[in-house]
């Protein structure tokens, strides 16, 4: 990192700042161009990518299929590589432009939902599932999944961002970021020391937000930095990581969506349970 930059009194958008997703990274919000949303039949329309933040909504409405619930939905995927956030459909269902987003063609008038916070807690309302009725559990559970939102742009934006995506490695934002990731990590080791979930002893959406971040990352899924961090030295987090990953639900979820890696392990659209077994990308290709 050179130390004689100088901020301008003004900062202008010049040049890309290099690093990977520097093609679609822009300083204004809206539209870039018309892209109407696909519709499929089912009335939860999720429109999303399995990245952690897109993963907590599908193992959540996999687990509502799981428990019995009537939570069918289509999901299509926003392929933020190539800026279909930016398109008119997406930036109507959110304009903030960040998968994941979700229609309910279930109610009058249709309802939209983004930010994964909020549509887990909609979701969960909207079941009765996952999410404590009681004031004092469901503040727990409330105060888990506002802690993951607060804390994960640390971890994905600050360290992830400059372990991995930064065109170079600097010393400053890593030492930085690493720090708190730890500390972040360290919170979550000493609550699981006597709880086998995090807001107490049910499996609820406070789960479902912390473990695709923070769980997958003890497991070795997130950066490849595993080791850089010892992740093997927050026990407590890394045994509940491992008992959610072995959920069938919580598989299911993180293949919906999913455009790389193990071929069996990607579901591109997912419309029926039924595509699980027959519509992965080895099956399509094959
Ligand atoms: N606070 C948001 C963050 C969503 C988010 O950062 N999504 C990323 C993928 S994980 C995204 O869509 N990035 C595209 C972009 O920034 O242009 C949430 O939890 O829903």
């Known amino acids: 990192m050179t130390d004689s930059y100088e901020p301008p009194k ?3 958008w010049e040049k890309d700042s290099g690093g990977q997703f520097a093609s679609t990274n822009r300083p204004i919000a809206g539209p870039t161009h018309d892209a109407p949303l696909p519709v499929g039949e089912h009335p939860l329309q999720l429109h999303s990518l399995a990245t952690p933040n897109g993963v907590k909504v599908t193992v959540l409405l996999e687990e509502l299929l799981e428990a019995g619930h009537d939570a069918e939905y289509d999901a299509w995927p926003i392929r933020i590589g190539d800026g279909a956030q930016f398109g008119s459909g997406f930036v109507e269902i959110n304009p903030n432009s960040k998968i994941p987003a979700l229609i309910d063609r279930g109610v009058a008038p249709h309802r939209r939902v983004f930010e994964s916070g909020a549509i887990l807690i909609y979701l969960a309302e909207k079941f009765g599932a996952f999410l404590p009725t ?7 559970v409330l105060s888990w ?7 994960a742009p640390f971890l994905g ?13 600097w010393e400053y ?3 930085r970021y690493a720090m ?4 972040q990590l360290d919170v979550l080791n000493r609550e699981l020391a006597d709880k086998t979930h995090i807001a107490g002893d049910d499996y609820t959406i406070a789960d479902m937000a912390i473990w695709p971040w923070y769980g997958q990352l003890c497991l070795g899924r997130l950066y490849d930095a595993a080791e850089f961090l ?3 030295s927050y026990g407590n987090v890394v045994r509940w990581a491992e008992t959610l990953d072995a959920r069938p639900a919580v ?17 591109h659209e997912r419309h029926d349970g039924s595509d699980f077994e027959h519509r992965t990308q080895d099956k399509l290709e094959g």
């Open 10 to 12: 003004v900062w202008t």
């Open 180 to 183: 708190e990731t730890k500390r």
């Open 145 to 151: 999944v506002m802690w993951q939102m607060g804390s």
């Open 230 to 232: 010892d992740v093997a």
């Open 251 to 267: 598989r299911r979820g993180r293949m919906v969506n999913k455009l790389n890696g193990d071929p069996a392990m990607q579901l």
């Open 173 to 175: 934002p890593i030492d």
């Open 134 to 140: 009681d004031p004092g559990p469901r503040a727990e």
């Open 157 to 169: 934006g600050g360290f992830g961002h400059f372990y991995s995506y930064a065109p170079e490695k």
